[in-house]
């Protein structure tokens, strides 16, 4: 199978982990690296073996796979603390970590705790406040830090020096009062850094040598491709690069690894923080919406798994499926949460958009002008019967089925794989 990128089609929160972990306990593809963002990912994960769900954030999906190697890839951001609080989780879940199993770049750069407080007090996208912006930002202009200063032994030298850079810049701009105390946080990092220094290595090296064997490689996209930074809605967007081109950059792999990239699509989807929604649900759609929004903290419910943000919700847009389609070149189609628009009269999918009196059907380029576009939709007969945990394609109502191949058509790429529920189990592949 070679490198198969999982990537978010839409604005993240599509349900990407599901179908890594069928790729890893159902395909055995050996390897999953994470190759953009940070701590700002959500991905909750369940085993059903060791029956724990865990909301995950760097660490790669493939954890709970027997014999799955897991990655963090060049292109993250990397904070010691939270990663250690998963090293923890993952841990107490009955799955144990080594230096076999799990490999941290070091050519990941560092987030430091001053570039949460940097991000909490300078955000204007609604940012996950985790600390990722700052950190990109730093790696860009050449002041950031890669985790390979942990390997050497002045690098309490070198936090320091850009701690105490950003206490400046936190001075400066009026914040004062976020100025951490920098001996403290040197000695709170000594203890994450024991902790993380033995997972760190070269994996392009590593990497390359597997992909030489024949293993295979899911890349594990974070945020979504509408969040990219170069193609999503900018500047309400992430830091990073997104997309399938964009994580294998960030794993170190060339374009031409990428073997197989799966465009996960969530129905209905989601928006979290700032930024254009043209097909959210409106004001006369509020039961709808309530139906689809779940119960906080319940399995499935539209929260977000990072910040415990309520999710915006709307119908899928297809204007902008094939879009994202187009930019990760999607071979495959995974949807997700088919069985939550059961019991729903009428369903609409969003096949172009009216911007000022014309109808336009591509996704247009300048955010202000997705801003203002006005969605036109198709719109289905609903079904009524209860589809959670339907695994064969032909057991789907007509409706269900007509709806489907509405969407494979439009965008003109094979829907491979159907989320009929929340556990890994509830999944039809066609
Ligand atoms: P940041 O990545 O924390 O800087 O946040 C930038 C934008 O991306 C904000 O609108 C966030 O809500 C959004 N975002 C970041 N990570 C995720 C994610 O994993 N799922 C959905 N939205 C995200």
Redesign the pocket.
């Known amino acids: 199978m070679g490198a198969i990128a999982v990537i978010g089609g839409q604005?993240?929160?599509e349900g990407k982990g599901k179908f890594v972990h069928y790729l890893v306990h159902d395909k055995k593809i050996s390897l999953v690296g994470r190759g953009n963002?940070g701590a700002?990912?959500?991905h909750n994960v369940y085993d059903p073996e060791r029956g724990v769900a865990l909301a995950l954030h760097l660490m790669p999906s493939g954890v709970f796979g027997d014999k799955t190697v897991n990655i963090v890839g060049c292109g993250t951001v990397f904070n010691p603390h939270s990663f250690v609080e998963e090293i923890q989780a993952v841990e107490k879940a009955g799955v144990k970590l080594t230096p076999d199993n799990l490999k941290l770049s070091s050519r990941a750069h560092v987030t430091l705790q001053t570039h949460r407080i940097i991000?909490g007090a300078t955000?204007k996208?609604?940012?996950?406040?985790?600390g990722?912006?700052p950190t990109y930002r730093d790696k860009a202009i050449r002041t950031g830090l890669r985790l390979e200063i942990f390997l050497h032994d002045d690098w309490k030298d070198k936090v320091k020096a850009l701690l105490q850079a950003h206490n400046k810049e936190l001075e400066n701009d009026n914040h004062s009062e976020l100025k951490i105390n920098i001996e403290d946080e040197i000695k709170k990092l000594d203890g994450s850094v024991k902790v993380i220094k033995p997972y760190i290595c070269d994996t392009v090296s590593y990497l390359h040598e597997q992909l030489a064997n024949n293993k295979d490689i899911i890349l594990e996209g974070?945020?979504?491709t509408m969040?990219d930074i170069n193609h999503g809605t900018y500047p309400?967007?992430?830091?990073s690069n997104t997309t399938a081109g964009g994580v294998a950059i960030g794993l170190g792999l060339p374009p031409t690894a990428v073997t197989k990239s799966i465009g996960i699509f969530k129905l209905p989807m989601t928006?979290?923080?700032?930024?254009p929604f043209t097909t959210l649900l409106t004001e006369d759609e509020h039961d709808i919406h309530d139906k689809l929004a779940g119960v906080k903290g319940t399995k499935g419910s539209e929260f977000?798994a990072?910040?415990g943000r309520a999710r915006s919700i709307g119908w899928m847009d297809l204007v902008m499926a094939k879009y994202t389609a187009m930019v990760n070149g999607f071979t495959d189609l995974g949807l997700t949460k088919l069985d939550m628009l059961s019991g729903i009269p009428k369903l609409k999918l969003c096949v172009a958009y009216e911007l000022n009196g014309k109808v336009v059907e591509n996704m247009p380029a300048d955010t202000s002008l997705i801003t203002e576009c006005i969605p036109i939709y198709k719109e289905f007969e609903g079904w009524d019967e209860d589809i959670s945990g339907v695994q064969k394609y032909e057991k789907l109502p007509d409706n269900a089925k007509k709806y489907v191949q509405f969407i494979e058509d439009f965008v003109g790429v094979p829907v491979t794989m159907i989320g009929t529920g929340p556990d890994n189990s509830d999944m039809i592949v066609r």
Do not use: F, I
Request: hydrophobic share 25%; net charge negative.
């Open positions: 604005y993240g929160d963002g700002n990912a959500g991000d955000d996208v609604g940012s996950t406040a985790q990722v912006g974070a945020q979504a969040l309400y967007v992430t830091s928006r979290v923080g700032k930024g977000g990072t910040t």
